[in-house]
């Protein structure tokens, strides 16, 4: 019943930024914890970072200082921003929703180009 919707993932240079956007549909409660994995080709989908309702951020490693997640005004919103992009970071991102179970947006793909 929920949805997650995504958009903002596209082609960049290394060294550039992208924002990713998510948004939730379909819950009647404010979700507690939102996020974003990413999965590389032939690899493990991998947590890039995730953020509760009030705020409190967890980041991959490899991405600390150089992306920010953040909530919107809407708490069922949620943004990724990319900055200092590397060709590591090539992935289709996927948002994510915890409640009873965990949702998923359908992927956007972020490609950074050397």
């Known amino acids: 019943q929920v949805q997650l919707v995504e958009s903002g993932g596209g082609l960049v240079q290394a060294g550039g930024s992208l924002r990713l956007s998510c948004a939730a549909s379909?819950?009647?409660?404010?979700?507690?914890?939102m996020g974003w994995y990413r999965q590389a080709p032939g690899k493990q989908r991998e947590l890039v970072a995730l953020?509760?309702?009030?705020?409190?951020?967890n980041y991959a490693d490899s991405v600390k200082g150089r992306f920010t997640i953040s909530r919107g005004n809407a708490k069922n919103t949620v943004y990724l921003q990319m900055n200092s992009l590397k060709p590591e970071d090539t992935a289709v991102y996927y948002c994510?929703?915890?409640?009873?179970?965990?949702?998923w947006g359908q992927g956007t793909q972020v490609t950074v180009s050397s």
């Open positions: 994510t929703a915890r409640l009873s179970s965990n949702y």
């Open positions: 379909g819950s009647m409660f404010i979700i507690n914890t």
């Open positions: 953020i509760t309702s009030g705020g409190s951020t």
